[in-house]
């Protein structure tokens, strides 16, 4: 496990976007596991600064995210289809049939996650999957308990996590219950992996994903386990950190 800490939030977004320019400079068919949520919106504007400067073709790449809301149609202003369409694929050169994330309005969502599993199996899995970590040390949707082995398929969003996604949310209208993930083992299978944290709220789960056991109880402290894990973080992220 590599881990960077940076000085601020937005070093360390800055940090993390090189990191992906360079995964597909380095190999522009590149297969991109993608997140959504605040911490990516920085590292997202980055990443479409440096396409805009030259330094970073989406052109022959490929990208799956990690989840998305089970019941919101993809057009639904809080749907991570919609949030990806907005924060990052409107402005880069990716294709859109490339840009693949499950069907949130799937008529049967267990069978879209198997689905869904399957197309990533078919790309040959991921080369670089990119990773936020929730206040619980989720990790996709793999809330506390998920099986470190788990392929893609529905989870039921804890409290916090709803709580903490609520905010997204049109007053009155609160985030669904379930949501279609990667599961801890499809991201595992990913050939690198790139988490990023920032900020005094994340410090908890930071310090048991990278000091704590390996353990369901924190989802993240698997990547722990993995070959080729960088966790990039600004300082109040690392703050509790031994
Ligand atoms: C979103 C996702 C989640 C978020 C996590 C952190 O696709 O997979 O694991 O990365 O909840 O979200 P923020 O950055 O909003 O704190």
Redesign the pocket.
Not at 35 to 40: H, I, Q, R, S, V
């Given at each position: 496990m590599k881990v960077l800490i940076l000085g601020d939030a937005e070093a360390a977004a800055g940090r993390a976007a090189e990191i992906i320019a360079a995964q597909v400079t380095a190999k522009p068919a590149s297969v991109l596991g993608l997140?959504?949520?605040?911490?990516?919106e920085a590292v997202y504007a980055r990443l479409i600064a440096l396409h805009r400067a030259g330094s970073a073709s989406f052109a022959e790449a490929s990208s799956f995210n990690?989840?998305e809301y089970v019941g919101l149609a993809g057009d639904h202003p809080c749907s991570?289809r919609r949030y990806m369409a907005e924060k990052l694929f409107g402005q880069i050169d990716i294709a859109p049939e490339a840009a693949h994330l499950p069907v949130g309005e799937a008529v049967d969502p267990e069978a879209e996650a198997l689905r869904y599993e399957a197309a990533i199996v078919a790309a040959g899995d991921i080369d670089l999957q990119l990773?936020?970590?929730?206040l619980n040390g989720?990790?996709?949707?793999n809330e506390p308990t998920s099986s470190l082995s788990s392929i893609t398929r529905l989870k039921t969003l804890e409290r916090s996590t709803r709580a903490a996604n609520s905010r997204y949310f049109p007053d009155g209208e609160e985030p669904p219950r379930l949501a279609i993930t990667m599961g801890i083992g499809t991201i595992m299978r990913a050939r690198e992996v790139l988490l990023v944290a920032t900020g005094t709220a994340k410090a908890r789960a930071v310090a048991q994903v990278i000091e704590g056991p390996v353990s369901a109880r924190w989802p993240g402290s698997v990547l722990q386990m993995h070959r080729h894990a960088t966790i990039v973080l600004d300082r109040a992220a690392a703050s509790e950190l031994a």
């Open positions: 997140a959504t949520g605040g911490t990516m990690l989840d991570y990773l936020g970590l929730g989720h990790i996709g949707f």
